[in-house]
């Protein structure tokens, strides 16, 4: 990746400043011709929408109310269930190191599932 920097004129990767933006400004902002020109579609974008909804393929007629109702209610928001009970925990055991990827292969077949026992700390009481 340097010496692709290098070739290009640059001598190092570009530094930034810690806590400040390398993009200020943002994303640019559509111009407002542009989006006065797409909003004047908007009612035969709708109506365009609405024809599909009878589509006799399915995907079409699916997709078309999703846009509809996330038009008109917004997207439904995404919940995610922490209670405790329903937790789960991964634990990873990597096998000691292996003189081969054979043995290490082996090995790693070998083994067994631990059952993870809460402590004191995780206990749901």
């Known amino acids: 990746m340097r010496e692709n920097l290098r070739t290009a004129g640059y001598s190092e990767m570009p ?3 810690k806590g400040v933006s390398g993009n200020p400004g ?3 902002k559509l111009p407002a011709e542009m989006r006065e020109i797409f909003q ?3 009612p035969e974008a709708a109506e365009i929408l609405v024809k ?3 589509n006799s393929d399915p995907r079409v007629s699916v997709a078309a109310a ?3 109702l996330d038009r008109a ?3 439904p928001v995404q919940s995610i269930n922490v209670d405790r009970e329903e937790r789960i925990k991964l634990i990873a055991v990597v096998p000691a190191k292996s003189a081969s990827t054979e043995d290490w292969l082996k090995a790693i077949g070998e083994q067994k599932v631990i059952e993870h026992q ?3 700390l995780e206990s749901t009481e």
């Open 15 to 17: 530094k930034f400043q």
């Open 26 to 28: 943002g994303r640019p």
């Open 40 to 42: 004047s579609r908007g």
């Open 52 to 54: 599909h909804l009878r």
């Open 66 to 68: 999703r846009e509809i």
């Open 73 to 75: 209610y917004g997207k």
């Open 118 to 120: 809460p402590t004191d």
